[in-house]
């Protein structure tokens, strides 16, 4: 089934409470207005309703399993699994269902409002977990018994909900929620770390786009490369690409970037004549003193320093 020109371009619908979402679902009122947890088979909607995009006022954490033909996309390729893949949708972020959601698929959606976690650190740290900002192509693949480990907890979630609802509740409810984000992203670090070849073809590409714009003039024309520039051009999520480098590299795109203008910056002061204020220029910042602090807090050393040191190396060299 594939959308019409109409549908693509119809605003998401809102959905602003977990009861106004089982209303829309067809879904029995929940137990509690603020957190829930249901199965996919127990949606009953038209498969041109599901195509509807949405958007809510709280947290989606879903596990599909079954996708048509056992492939999924992640990121810009295709890969084959078995297991289940999970995707994490943060408040105000647009949910979109499509086909492979209809196709016999199984598995269970929870869902949570931020004022369920108020009073509680998670309320803070569940914002932390970069994977609620990654796209839904860019999901999390489990093994069978990381899935099995998911399931676990889900289960306990949902029993929690439906039989307890004393002065513990909301406690073990919160613990239980702390252990399944605390094992996604164990599983998340797992993936990036598995996904070798992948992952070895992006940095590839990260290196060769960062050579492209620091040879140009495009620094001194459009400014320093931003995280959402350079993870837009390799088709990721600035969150997605950041996790996935400091796994892999131990830092961040922005480090990456501040790498790249730490080494044009000391070939410049090595090779030229052009001031400090002439260089940072030439890189694109706005201030030479947000370059010389930058430079000096990567080397520890100033601008004129480095040049300074680089110079009497050189003369000692000649002798």
Not at 151 to 170: K, M, S, V, Y
Request: glycine share 6%; aromatic share 10%.
């Amino acid at each position: 089934m594939y959308k019409s020109e109409n549908q693509q371009m119809k605003a998401p619908a809102k959905v602003s409470s977990i009861s106004a979402l089982h209303q829309f679902l067809g879904l029995a009122k929940p137990s509690n207005p603020l957190i829930s947890v249901f199965n996919f088979d127990a949606v009953k909607l038209e498969p041109e309703t599901i195509l509807s995009a949405i958007t809510t006022d709280f947290y989606v954490i879903a596990l599909k399993k079954d996708c048509a033909g056992g492939k999924c996309k992640y990121g810009q390729q295709y890969y084959d699994f078995d297991g289940g893949i999970m995707y994490f949708i943060a408040p105000h972020q647009v949910l979109e269902f499509d086909d492979i959601l209809l196709n016999g698929v199984k598995g269970f959606v929870l869902v949570v409002h931020p004022d369920f976690l108020h009073g509680y650190v998670l309320a803070s740290e569940i914002k932390g977990y970069g994977y609620f900002s990654y796209v839904a192509n860019e999901a999390l693949h489990l093994s069978e018994k990381e899935e099995k480990a998911i399931l676990h907890i889900i289960e306990n979630i949902g029993r929690e909900i439906a039989d307890n609802i004393d002065g513990f509740t909301q406690d073990l409810l919160i613990s239980n929620m702390d252990l399944l984000l605390k094992y996604c992203d164990r599983f998340y670090n797992r993936q990036f770390l598995t996904r070798k070849k992948a992952n070895s073809d992006l940095l590839t590409k990260l290196e060769a786009l960062l050579d492209d714009y620091f040879k140009t003039e495009r620094l001194a024309e459009k400014g320093i490369p931003t995280v959402q520039f350079v993870a837009g051009e390799l088709h990721l999520s600035p969150n997605y690409l950041s996790d996935m480098l400091r796994v892999q590299t131990g830092q961040t795109t922005q480090q990456h970037i501040q790498n790249r203008l730490i080494e044009k910056a000391k070939e410049l002061l090595s090779s030229t004549s052009m001031s400090v204020s002439e260089i940072a220029y030439q890189l694109g910042f706005e201030h030479s003193q947000s370059f010389h602090r930058l430079f000096k807090n990567r080397t520890a050393v100033s601008p004129l320093e480095f040049r300074q040191s680089f110079n009497q190396s050189a003369i000692k060299g000649k002798r």
